[in-house]
Nanobody, 122 residues
Framework: QVQLVESGGGLVQPGGSLRLSCAAS????????MGWYRQAPGKQRELVAV???????NYADSVKGRFTISRDNAKNTVYLQMNSLKPEDTAVYYC????????????????WGQGTQVTVSS
């Protein structure tokens, strides 16, 4: 089994910062892309940022210049540093990863974390 466990959400004032973490564990052979999505109440889930195992990261236009995605491949962990937060960033943030499992090395499976709430409010 594979699990993604997120941490780091919370309540922050506008202009503040938060850092989200997501650690993958279990029967992992390798991880391709890792990323973050978010879903605000009444809205569809949207991509925030994604980082391939090699290559350029990609960001939603709404977070460019404010959010930074990074990875620690040795720890199977992805981070999202969120600066200059705005009320419209309020959402549940989900970690996502494309994982090759030890028992199925010829297939790629997509996994999701349980979500962590980020609330930006004064």
């Amino acid at each position: 089994q594979v699990q993604l466990v997120e941490s780091g959400g919370g309540l922050v004032q506008p202009g503040g910062s938060l850092r989200l973490s997501c650690a993958a564990s279990g029967s992992i052979f390798s991880i391709n892309a890792m990323g973050w999505y978010r879903q605000a109440p009444g809205k569809q889930r949207e991509l925030v940022a994604v980082m391939p195992s090699g290559g350029m990261s990609n960001y939603a236009d709404s977070v460019k210049g404010r959010f930074t995605i990074s990875r620690d491949n040795a720890k199977n962990t992805v981070y999202l540093q969120m600066n200059s937060l705005k009320p419209e960033d309020t959402a549940v943030y989900y970690c996502n990863a494309d994982i090759i499992r030890l028992d199925r090395v010829f297939a790629v499976y997509q996994y999701w974390g349980q979500g962590t709430q980020v609330t930006v409010s004064s």
